[in-house]
């Protein structure tokens, strides 16, 4: 899967949509909000507030849960999905990060049970 612009979710009432009527997972690192949607793939809307820390940190949180979100191989289709880091998840690192992220994802059951490709991912 690539991310290009039919992966994102860059309206602000798609957005809305997800706060208002998703289910949530909350941590201490991350925010997120899940949706179905009748478009057939899955979406992903990124919301990192200046909170999170200066422009570098939240790029690299960004660039994190993009990597995250692209390398899952069986991802469900039909999902919106928007992920709210929060500034913990700067001074984290990748490993702690990346099972934050895929444990939401299986709460929220946008990914399958224990099928997760388990080769390491490499922060880019």
Same mark, same amino acid.
Request: aromatic share 10%.
């Given at each position: 899967?690539?991310?290009?612009?039919?992966?994102? *979710?860059?309206?602000? @009432?798609?957005?809305?949509?997800?706060?208002?009527?998703?289910?949530?997972?909350?941590?201490?690192?991350? +925010?997120?909000?899940? @949706?179905?949607?009748t478009?057939? !793939?899955?979406?992903?809307?990124?919301s990192?507030? @200046?909170?999170?820390?200066?422009?570098?940190?939240r790029?690299?949180?960004?660039?994190?849960?993009?990597?995250?979100f692209?390398? *899952?191989?069986?991802?469900n289709?039909?999902?919106?999905?928007v992920?709210?880091?929060?500034k913990?998840?700067?001074?984290?690192? !990748?490993?702690?990060?990346?099972? *934050? !992220?895929? +444990?939401?994802?299986?709460?929220?059951?946008? *990914?399958?049970?224990?099928?997760l490709?388990?080769?390491?991912l490499?922060? @880019?």
């Open positions: 899967m690539d991310f290009s612009r039919k992966y994102r *979710i860059t309206n602000t @009432k798609d957005y809305r949509e997800v706060y208002n009527h998703g289910k949530w997972f909350n941590s201490s690192l991350l +925010d997120v909000s899940a @949706k179905s949607n478009l057939g !793939f899955t979406r992903l809307g990124l990192v507030s @200046k909170a999170v820390g200066n422009a570098n940190e790029n690299l949180v960004k660039r994190r849960v993009r990597n995250l692209i390398s *899952i191989n069986n991802i289709k039909g999902w919106d999905i992920v709210i880091p929060k913990e998840s700067v001074k984290t690192n !990748f490993q702690s990060f990346r099972k *934050i !992220f895929l +444990d939401s994802l299986l709460t929220l059951s946008i *990914i399958p049970g224990c099928n490709n388990s080769k390491d490499n922060e @880019k």
